[in-house]
């Protein structure tokens, strides 16, 4: 008998291998979102972390000039390098040689270095719950093991050197976010110390996302590199720059780590996108935009902590930084993802679902990203009063 092309006659279907990642259920809204708006529903995009005012235009301007050149070299550019090593001077006073800083291509792409090349297989990792879910997702998903740590209302969304000196068996690693996603929370310069402390008594490896850095409505955020030099640090472009789509980060390191990690990020991902590099140059220069954003974040907060405060909704984590309110709504619903899902069919506001950052305590919590126009945080609170007043009467 002749077999079929690729596989004996009658061989089993092969077996799927490998680890099951949940999806983001904020994308899958935001897909249902963008579904509507084509089909001319009024949209408030409220789900993603990601800035509706675009681009800056210096960085828009930089890349068209870079489009006249040959961008599609596979580049590391040492001056956008240099320049970050700058910004930790001139922002945090903290030398940094440009050695100790990679390019990558985004955060999520440094964290997937840092997790593959600094850890292995059944190392524990701690993370803070509610958090941001490819922490979660990205170290189960290379067979290493998330511990969750609480960081919720009973210790003030902040996590804590406490916690991690009785975490048991101990940790391997622990990735800090400061403002943290998706309660805003942050530490201070005393806490990110004691947590450094805490993580070198224990031989921990401490990883600081620093992704909403530049965006905080009280003191500025500390930097880990201020308090300890061993830390690894990951940024972006993605927010404070408002340049999600363009794919560039950074981590910075101790040379060794650096040198570790530097073959990682060139064997999974090569160079970040070139034209991205010459716009992120740009993009460093023009502080008074960036400034106009944050202060157009900060009415929205107030707007929007004021607005669903009135609306009964003020269980919510004060938000020190980032751009998002992460609301306790369990007096209308255990079920974020529905209720997520009836508010944009009814309103047309798009949120995010707590189950993204806290499986099972996020079901009775959605968060708001408020990295929108004022005009549409205005208009939210309109359609979410009367609809609120009708989800308690059903
Ligand atoms: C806390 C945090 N870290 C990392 C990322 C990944 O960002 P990117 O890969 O766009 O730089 C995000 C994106 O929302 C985030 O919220």
Redesign the pocket.
Known sequence: MSEKPGGAAGAKPIALRGVDVPPFYAGKLGQRAAEMKRQGREIIPMH???PTAGTPPAARAAAERTLKLDPTGYVESRELIERIARHYRDAYGVEVAPERILL????????VAVFAGLFEPGDRIGIGTP??P??RNAVRALGRVAVEIDCGPSVGYHLTAAQVAVVAPALHGLVV?SP???TGAMLGRAELAALGDACRARGIRLIS?E??HGISYGERAVSMLEVDDEAVV??????LYRM?GW???WLVAPPALAARLSPYVVNFFLTPPTIAQYAALAAFGDTAELERSVATYRVNRTLLLEGLAAMGIDRIAPPEG?FYLYADVGHLTNDSLAFCERLLVDTGIATAPGIDFDPEGGRRCIRFSFAVSTEQVRRALELLGPWLAAQRRL
Request: no cysteine; net charge positive.
């Open positions: 993603f972390g990601q990558t291509a985004g955060a999520s792409a440094a964290l958090g941001y490819p922490y976010a943290a996603n998706p996302d992704i909403y990951v940024n972006s472009f993605s927010k999600p794919r560039l980060g980032a």
